[in-house]
């Protein structure tokens, strides 16, 4: 059955990196746009980023411009988040979900996954 998991979420210190992970499985991700959003306790979900099937990209959130980068690996049917410089308010579960990107938002396609929890933290 298609599924996207999310991997790669940690405990990090603040000003750190992590790496996270959105595995497709039961179709071929190099096919659709694929969105990261997040989500913190207490707060509606707020978009990330997207990215299209050329590798153009999208920055949706403004505190993670120039701190988050989206990218993809076709051959491993994977899309990466790398962040860096890392906040407590990043602090939040992490998903991905297949989308259709546009400059002002990602409009997400199917169910989401369980997430990848980001905790920032001393």
């Known amino acids: 059955q298609l599924q996207l998991v999310e991997s790669g979420g940690g405990l990090v210190q603040p000003g750190g990196s992590l790496r996270l992970s959105c595995a497709a499985s039961g179709f071929t991700l190099e096919h659709y746009h694929i969105t990261w959003f997040r989500q913190a306790p207490g707060k509606e979900r707020e978009g990330v980023s997207c990215?299209?099937?050329?590798?153009?990209?999208?920055t949706y959130a403004d505190s993670v411009k120039g701190r988050f980068t989206i990218s993809r690996d076709n051959a491993k049917n994977t899309v990466y988040l790398q962040m860096s410089s890392l906040k407590s308010e990043d602090t939040a579960v992490y998903y991905c979900?297949?989308?259709?990107?546009?400059?002002?938002?990602?409009?997400?396609?199917?169910?989401w996954g369980q997430g990848t929890q980001v905790t920032v933290s001393s």
């Open positions: 990215i299209n099937e050329s590798g153009g990209s999208f």
């Open positions: 979900a297949r989308a259709i990107c546009t400059a002002s938002r990602a409009y997400p396609l199917g169910a």
